[in-house]
């Protein structure tokens, strides 16, 4: 896993669905899409999901989203948060997105 998932902007650390993708090799649509369909309250998706866009290969405009550490873990990865192991002492497998969060988060 990589640490560059997480990155500090004003102060606030996030992530984003285009590193979601990249980092856990999963189709950036399908990413979008979860986020997209996740059933929350309005102010919740306000503040913690924030749409976005970035440049492709072709230097054509696409859509992404940035997510905070309640957004990151409200979103249901679980195949993403199921296949991060943690490669410190012991090895366990993270399936539980508070740990994950704090794996990902509290390294800024």
């Not at 072709?58 to 195949?79: A, C, I």
Request: charged content about 25%; proline content about 1%.
């Amino acid at each position: 896993m990589t640490t560059d998932l997480v990155f500090n902007e004003n102060g606030k650390a996030l992530t984003n669905s285009l590193l979601i993708a990249q980092t856990f090799e999963k189709e950036h649509a399908r990413v979008m899409r979860d986020i997209r369909e996740l059933s929350c309250s309005e102010v919740f998706r306000l503040g913690n999901f924030a749409d976005t866009s970035y440049l492709d290969r072709q230097g054509k405009r696409q859509p992404m989203y940035n997510l905070t550490r309640d957004g990151f873990t409200s979103v249901d990865f679980t195949e993403l948060k199921d296949a991060l192991s943690v490669t410190a002492e012991n090895s366990a497998v993270l399936s539980d997105g508070r740990n994950l969060q704090r794996n990902l988060f509290q390294r800024l």
